[in-house]
């Protein structure tokens, strides 16, 4: 029944093919607190490492718990397979480690979560891996930055603190043109955005935000669309078209649809090569506390949406308030966008300028309902003035360049009552 579910409030709880535990009738997923996994017997265990059969093995490449997990995420984004791992920072190195060796590069966004801008400007060079970086404003700054090393574009759906909506379908088009698949990031947006959808190949979140939803648990996710071609372009994804050494030179583009009958080659790839060698499983513990989120993530969407967009009108009225940041105060085409891409609203996420760094940092201290934390996606509200904070070793040169301005707030509006959300803002501002 699982697959053949389409909407995302009844996939959040009954998605994944499981209806109750095989072992226990339990309807709730268990947790399954376990490193390994009794084999039948030698052969068994044999075909299970040599990928003749599919099964459990050892919880750093897989367990049921997450298995569940994964499942449910995929069917919410319209994928066919996902790899859960420890944090959503994994989740990006993985996407681009999966698919880039030394020497390789990636073109991505400059909207980026600033954890990422750090992955991609540093720690992926000293690999040997370069990142391009391209305005999204004109989706063809892609293809100028694309050569014949290029092997993924990456950006993510509803980037803060810009807020400008990701032309996913205008990149992946260009991608595909070019044997080069296109990766989200679509953290900022479950359910109401689905990339797959506009033809990007594979989906990444950080499960910590809106997905767990809670602020209790750091996980991450890929997806796989199951629609991009990996054995089509040999020279465009030798990872997936050269034998692999470390697999008994497995050639991931042909033998993994032989394998598997579906066009998974780049989650089996995440989770046979990359989670057995760096490691990084989401523990089951967590699995089962991002399903709980998870359960209601799409009705928690509506409500995180309904009042932003109410928390929006009231800053607009507000003198103290300079800009008002939100996906659809945008104009013309990246307006536009916010239309196309986003289904039932546009995102918790809203931005202020209060003018001056001051203003801003008084605002916080002032805030008592909204907590002043480094995080989003929370069913509480949440503030931060990344001037003063994230964003605080930044001259003004850099933070125009990041997209912040001194006086720059970011909101995650929660699932709180509107009015008493917008009544905290109000007295913060009036204090
Ligand atoms: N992607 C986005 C858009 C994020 O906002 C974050 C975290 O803030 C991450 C990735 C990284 O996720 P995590 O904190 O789970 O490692």
């Keep these: 029944m699982g697959n053949k579910i389409k909407n995302p409030e009844t996939i959040g709880l009954h998605g994944g093919e499981y209806r109750s535990d095989p072992a226990t009738t339990s309807v709730a997923v268990p947790i399954y607190q376990t490193t390994s996994y009794q084999f039948k017997d030698t052969k068994t265990a044999a075909n299970l490492f040599a990928l003749k059969e599919f099964g459990n093995i050892y919880t750093r490449i897989n367990n049921p718990t997450c298995d569940i997990l994964e499942k449910r995420v995929a069917a919410l984004e319209g994928g066919l397979a996902a790899v859960a791992?420890?944090?959503?920072?994994?989740?990006?190195?993985?996407?681009?480690?999966?698919?880039?060796?030394?020497?390789?590069?990636?073109?991505?966004?400059?909207?980026?979560?600033?954890?990422?801008?750090?992955?991609?400007?540093?720690?992926?060079?000293?690999?040997?891996?370069?990142?391009?970086?391209?305005?999204?404003?004109?989706?063809?700054?892609?293809?100028?930055?694309?050569?014949?090393?290029?092997?993924?574009?990456?950006?993510?759906?509803?980037?803060?603190?810009?807020?400008?909506?990701?032309?996913i379908k205008e990149v992946a088009d260009i991608g595909r043109k070019h044997g080069v698949p296109l990766i989200i990031d679509n953290t900022a947006a479950p359910v109401i955005c689905r990339p797959l959808e506009h033809g990007a190949a594979v989906v990444m979140h950080s499960l910590t935000k809106y997905i767990g939803g809670h602020g209790t648990t750091i996980g991450g996710i890929i997806v796989d669309g199951g629609n991009f071609d990996w054995a089509a372009n040999p020279k465009k994804q030798p990872l997936f078209n050269e034998p692999d050494p470390s697999y008994n030179g497995a050639i991931w583009g042909r033998?993994?649809?032989?394998?598997?009958?579906?066009?998974?080659?780049?989650?089996?790839?995440?989770?046979?090569?990359?989670?057995?060698?760096?490691?990084?499983?989401?523990?089951?513990?967590?699995?089962?506390?991002?399903?709980?989120?998870?359960?209601?993530?799409?009705?928690?969407?509506?409500?995180?949406?309904a009042n932003a967009e109410k928390v929006v009108k009231f800053l607009e009225t507000q003198k103290k308030v300079k800009n008002v940041i939100y996906p659809t105060n945008h104009q013309g085409e990246i307006r536009d966008r916010a239309k196309r891409y986003m289904k039932g609203g546009y995102g918790s996420l809203v931005g202020m300028d209060l003018g001056s760094l001051e203003a801003g940092s008084k605002f916080i201290n002032n805030l008592k309902l909204l907590y002043h934390v480094a995080n989003i996606g929370d069913a509480r509200s949440l503030a931060i003035h990344p001037a003063s904070t994230t964003h605080g070793q930044l001259n003004e040169k850099q933070l125009a360049e990041a997209g912040v301005t001194p006086g720059y707030v970011r909101l995650s509006i929660g699932i709180e009552h509107p009015d008493d959300i917008i009544a905290d803002i109000e007295q913060a501002l009036a204090a």
Aim: charged share 20%; net charge positive.
């Design 85 to 167: 791992v420890g944090s959503g920072q994994a989740a990006s190195a993985f996407c681009v480690q999966n698919v880039c060796q030394a020497g390789d590069n990636i073109v991505s966004s400059t909207d980026l979560y600033g954890g990422t801008v750090n992955l991609f400007k540093n720690t992926l060079r000293m690999q040997g891996i370069e990142v391009r970086f391209a305005d999204p404003k004109d989706p063809k700054n892609f293809e100028k930055l694309t050569d014949e090393k290029t092997r993924a574009y990456y950006g993510e759906s509803c980037p803060n603190p810009s807020l400008r909506i990701f032309p």
């Design 255 to 305: 033998d993994v649809p032989k394998m598997t009958g579906a066009n998974v080659a780049f989650a089996i790839r995440a989770r046979v090569v990359l989670l057995r060698d760096l490691g990084a499983p989401l523990s089951p513990f967590n699995a089962f506390q991002i399903i709980q989120g998870l359960e209601t993530v799409a009705i928690r969407m509506k409500q995180h949406c």
